[in-house]
């Protein structure tokens, strides 16, 4: 099959997510991949090396979709930044789902840390410019992004089921972060 795309690299990542939401990330290939593409089964080593070399590059593109919706509410503080965390999960599963599964990729891509670090510091400034995190804002952030990622994760399993996710996320995040401080 001869190779003449445009944008192999953007082409490839969005099979990817098409596959890892029909199937999970551990069950796509480099073959199938470029078969959905429509290019040889060469193509996609030309750009991403290997199976994790790809995974690697979608991880780092859901770090910086992460960092930019957390960054469009980060005035709004960790009521919203929990919501804009969850909605991210539900609307790009595939990356959620590779972003946290370092067993996946390369951890230490200097792109993906570039991502992972970006993501970090908007929900960092995020918490830290809430008035009801208080003293301990690293705690806070723990505390926030673990809860919201919790449910996210929840209904992205199944685990729990809700007719409006994050009409819920809304209602979870008002009732965790409604006291004076979130960590005393």
Known sequence: MPYHHGDLRRTMLTAAVAAITESGPAAISLRDLARRAGVSNAAPAHHFGDKAGLLTALAAEGYDLLADALGEVREGGMIDLGVAYVRFAL???????????????????????AARTRAGDVLADGVAADPRTGPEQELARVAAWSLMHGYATLVLTGAVSHEEPVVTARSIAKFLFSGDQVVK
Do not use: C
Request: charged content about 40%; overall charge negative.
């Open 91 to 113: 609307e790009h599963r595939a990356h959620f789902e590779v972003m946290f599964r370092p067993d996946f990729y390369r951890a230490d891509d200097e792109a993906l840390v």
